[in-house]
């Protein structure tokens, strides 16, 4: 079974600078998709980003960029001019296309705020 | 409608009720899942749906879960004799292709339930 690590339960960030949350995998299948998940208080989960494994060139939209690195079985999630409406929770998630479904499994969670 | 409905928002219940839970995907959806987050937790995987087939069940934690889902469309879980440890938000998403891993889920906005 896959598994995702998120091992920073909290970070926090000054506006307008750069952050950046960690995420590894644990997994035996070569071909799969990688997500980075928003939820603010409001509860629903908001896509932010998302990778498949066999590109090699980095995910980017706007100021939200990955750091892949499938040997290394990790996908960061780089914050760029972090904005106050940044403040979430931030789960990392791996999609199987192997297993029936197609369903996410998820991380921890980091919490991340942003200070003013 | 716009995006995936889930009701009631909030449900506060007596240890040993039946709730009901209900999901209204996005139209054209196929696949619906659901998810449950405790406090402060990540999302654990419960149930998939492909159309109103349920072939993977194996988040379900006991025979008091249970979930249907009708006319490809509208999904209720349903918890009977009611536990403490049930309390949790539940998430309902939707996706338009299960076998595309790049076709994101879309979440709803979740169902707090408190078991008293």
């Known amino acids: 079974a896959q598994t995702v690590t998120q091992s920073q339960p909290e970070m926090s960030v000054q506006e307008a600078e750069t952050v950046t949350l960690s995420c590894t995998y644990d997994t035996s299948e070569s071909d799969y998709y990688l997500f980075w998940y928003k939820q603010p208080p409001s509860r629903q989960m908001i896509l932010v980003i998302r990778q498949e494994a066999y590109k090699q060139q980095n995910a980017t939209e706007n100021r939200f960029s990955v750091n892949f690195q499938k040997a290394a079985k990790s996908f960061s999630l780089k914050i760029s001019d972090s904005q106050l409406g940044d403040a979430a929770m931030y789960f990392c998630?791996?999609?199987?296309?192997?297993?029936?479904?197609?369903?996410?499994?998820f991380g921890e969670g980091t919490q991340l705020t942003v200070n003013p | 409608g716009a995006g995936v409905s889930q009701s009631p928002s909030n449900k506060v219940t007596e240890k040993g009720k039946d709730v009901e839970l209900r999901c209204d995907p996005i139209?054209?959806?196929?696949?619906l899942y659901w998810y449950r987050q405790s406090l402060g937790q990540g999302l654990e995987f419960l149930i998939y749906?492909?159309?109103?087939?349920?072939?993977?069940k194996s988040g379900l934690p006991s025979d008091r879960f249970s979930a249907e889902r009708t006319g490809g469309s509208v999904s209720t879980l349903t918890i009977q004799r009611t536990q403490q440890e049930d309390s949790a938000v539940y998430l309902c998403a939707s996706s338009l292709n299960r076998v595309d891993g790049n076709s994101p889920l879309h979440f709803g906005n979740g169902t707090r339930l408190t078991v008293t």
């Open positions: 998630a791996y999609r199987s296309l192997e297993t029936s479904g197609s369903r996410l499994t």
């Open positions: 139209s054209g959806h196929t696949a």
């Open positions: 749906f492909q159309g109103n087939s349920a072939p993977d």
